[in-house]
């Protein structure tokens, strides 16, 4: 939305530092500015659709090099995935595509590429689910999302899609 706070012309600024090994595995803990900590996995959850600056630190936290800004997700990008999924893509979830941030399947800090065959848009609320509870998504043949439920809900673990969205209508 618009509306969120902004400094200097962009969203907040969030400050989180990571050893790179937790950030990649999503074990142990993270830094959150100077007021506390998270898990690794939270940060890897927030890390999904943010603006990164990468940072290299010495033993004495000195910054040694800091990288350029990047958005993990640019906005022709993000427009293609709202046209896309019309929503969030979890099953059953009827969230519009302003209340829906961008999932990569594969992760980008494991090397996952930002393209539309990797990314599926989530309401924070599934998002979270899917880092957590054992669903997994892919993209089908036909280029749309399914998942996939964790054996202890389906044994077959049959692929879900959310038909809630329909599909803008194409020109005859």
């Known amino acids: 939305t618009p509306d969120l706070p902004t400094q200097a012309g962009e969203r907040a600024h ?5 050893p790179l090994q937790n950030l990649t595995s999503g ?9 506390g900590t998270l898990s690794a996995a939270e940060a890897r ?3 999904c659709d943010c603006k990164l600056i990468p940072a290299v630190l010495d033993s004495a936290s000195a910054p040694l090099d800091l990288g ?3 958005r993990l997700i640019p906005t022709n990008l993000r427009n293609a995935l709202y046209l896309r999924d019309r929503g969030c893509a979890f099953p059953g979830c009827h969230r519009p595509p302003r ?12 090397g996952g590429p930002t393209d539309l065959h ?16 054992g669903w997994e998504v892919r993209i089908a043949a036909d280029g749309l999302p399914e998942f996939l439920p ?11 899609r959310n038909n809630l969205h329909q599909p803008i209508p194409t020109a005859a």
């Open 68 to 70: 350029r800004a990047r």
């Open 14 to 18: 969030v400050m989180v530092t990571i």
């Open 150 to 160: 964790p054996v202890w809900l389906d044994k077959r673990r049959q692929p879900r």
């Open 118 to 133: 990797n990314l599926a848009l989530m309401c924070a609320h599934h998002h979270r689910l899917l880092h957590r509870s």
């Open 45 to 47: 959850i927030h890390a």
């Open 99 to 110: 209340h829906c941030q961008g999932h990569h399947i594969r992760h980008w800090a494991d």
């Open 27 to 35: 074990l142990g803990t993270a830094l959150l500015g100077d007021t």
